[in-house]
């Protein structure tokens, strides 16, 4: 039966890939469907994708071997009609590429100005149009012309002082003799030279003083790499000597709405008067007064007074100092769990006027059955305060770009479930910091207390008969070092082209305090404490791999892979609150959080809520998005992944656990989601379908349509961002 839906699921993509592509044109249009670009010749330093992007007219994207879904919508809707279905269609849809025979000669024009460009000189394009039908494909046959290398460079620059630097500046150079004569590589040296120069003083360089002449007319080709005092766009006799820049009044001035003190500002601001000229130092200036992230602008404008001073002015404008930070994550399941956490956030960047950030977060969790006493609720608080610099050093020690900001957090939950009441008190003290494309966390002082009463009879009982279970949940204190480190390509906060990132964190507990076990009084079962309560031992790492491709403004294809390991030490185990979990809005959606694995393990019956977590977590995620019309989005999503736990060996032969092999238990789920993307924030519902589930007792493990509109066979989850 399973092959039959699976028959009747492939029959209508064929269906729907075989609808036509070319309804809605008018009589003698065409439609462009593809464009080649041919290599020609032995020479294989060119590829299509050098020139492919200098084709004028582009062909409509497709997602997969051809098949354009939203090039299929459009076809569906009726040109001569103008109702409330027809525009959703198009506006759903893309319309299709009318071919253009006047851009096929354009575009081997552009073509061949790019090979110029690039060192092939008198390179020969030509173009062949196929019509097949209404579609035509377009090939282009590039034929690249002979590129010359250099054979020796005359440097000519101006004598004096600017002679020396550009003597030091020569290993760095990046034409050279024997390299293939370019107009691209000359751009990059003049741009290269330029800032070099200007970072040295010299203000009103840029790469227009730059002019280059080659001779390859006789026996050898000859580069004359020449700077001049003028530019290509001044005249000769407008010309100067090139003389460096000093510094000469800094002015600093900001929105009277935001009080800040001026010694914070003047520390920050690396332009000092009397310093030489750098645009590096004003890059980083501008860095670290934009990182305080309080003035929603800054301006520094550099003005010359005559050919060797230029004056500075910092000007920052208004502020949004405090607000306010929701989100909501909503869940549920078709055996009727229902899950909410809700999060508000309150905040002031500019506490002590200094650019201290104070916040304060209030969370909830509620889970529970409606019509049933099954509930579980989570209640937490905290505040933190960071300052923007090392707490104990000067600012003055922070030269560059970024200036590392001091983190103090300290935070309270309260979780009340049918089985215990814990209570979890936090405390942390550490920096944080970016240097361009990477961001870290470090924490060298990290302290939980972690307190359990109000243990049930019968989870005691539960508890005593598995002591694997039982080494998690006992009164503890958690004290050691964290952190986090994180690597982006693309730091804008919504990335407009396809981009990765990498995200590590650990966490090693009371390897410190071990070092003074035979000093420290030891509680009721022998065990060194701390202030009466046992320390947890364990080390945590987890690694996030990330991959977002953008096929077009509108989708985007994005690929999650994450794993985690966690151990206790010694006779420690890892508690229960740092073990590895999936599930819920934004991890293996067909579940509910904390309601899978741990490996092919039946839900604990001990526990009314889902709480299944492991030592080591394994997941990968894949998500197709794509832009409907107005703000909504469409994802299409699948996802495998699982939690385990290690094989137990220290206990007695009585309690020992073998989680057996793992592979067969990676459990798998698919999911359709529907955003609405307000800029500001995005709003996704999401739909997860169980396809595989390692722990499923009776019947097969592969669930099928009939399963998922059954008990416990999908979830429905509501949250606030993309959930990777």
Known sequence: MRFVRIAIILLGFLAIGACSTTRVLSEGQYRLASNKVVIEGKDKSLSPGDVSSYVKQQANSYFI?????????????????????????????????VFNSYQVGSSCENIRKHLDYLGYYNSGVTSKVDTAGRLVN?????????????????????????????????????VKEGDFLSEKSLEAESVRGATYFRNRGYYDLNKYNYFFEADTLGPRNILTYEIRSYTRNEPEDESARLLKYQIGDVTISHSKDVPFKESVLRKLNLIKPGRTYSERMVNATYNRLTSLRLFNNVGIEMVPVDSSTVDCHITMGESK?????????????????????????LYDKNIFHGGEWLSLGFSGNFQWIPGTETKANEFGASVG????????????????????RTEILASVNYQNRPEFIRFITNLSYGYT?????????????????????????????????????????????????????????????????????????????????????????????????????????????????????????????????????GKGLGSSSMPFEKQFYVGGASSMRGWQVRALGPGDEEMFQIFTIPSQTGDWKLEFDMEYRQKLFWKFEAAVFAEAGNVWNFPTTSLSEEYQVDPGPWLPTVAADWGLGLRLNLDFILIRLDWGLKLYEPSRAEGSRWLGPGQWFGRNGSALHFGVGYPF
């Open 321 to 345: 100092r405090r607000g306010v930070k929701l989100n909501l994550d909503v869940s549920t399941n078709s055996s009727g769990l229902v899950g909410i956490s809700p999060n508000i956030s």
């Open 65 to 97: 071997f051809g098949w354009s879904p939203k090039l299929i919508i459009y076809n569906w809707s009726d040109p001569t009609k103008d109702d409330w279905l027809n525009r959703s269609l198009r506006n759903i849809g893309v319309a299709p590429v």
């Open 385 to 404: 305060l960071t300052f923007p610099r090392l707490l104990g050093l000067p600012m003055s020690v922070f030269k560059g770009y970024n200036i590392p």
């Open 433 to 565: 910091g970016q240097t361009r494309n990477f961001y870290y966390q470090l924490y060298p002082l990290r302290v939980s207390v972690v307190k359990i009463n109000g243990m049930s009879e019968d989870f005691i009982l539960t508890l005593l008969r598995n002591i694997y279970l039982w080494d998690s949940f006992y009164d503890h204190l958690d004290a050691g070092i964290g952190g986090q480190l994180y690597w982006t390509s693309d730091t804008d906060i919504v990335p407009k082209t396809s981009y990765q990132y990498i995200r590590f964190g650990f966490d090693l507990s009371g390897n410190v305090i071990s070092l003074f076990d035979k000093w420290l009084p030891k509680n009721s079962y022998n065990a060194p404490s701390v202030f009466g309560l046992s320390y947890s031992r364990y080390a945590k790492a987890d690694l996030h791999l990330g991959k977002v491709f953008r096929f077009s403004p509108g989708s985007a294809l994005a690929l999650h892979l994450a794993g985690g390991v």
């Open 138 to 174: 377009v090939t282009y046959f590039v034929a690249p012309g002979k590129r010359s290398r250099i054979d020796s460079i005359v440097f000519k620059v101006p004598e004096g002082e600017f002679a020396d630097e550009f003597k030091a500046d020569l290993p760095h150079v990046t």
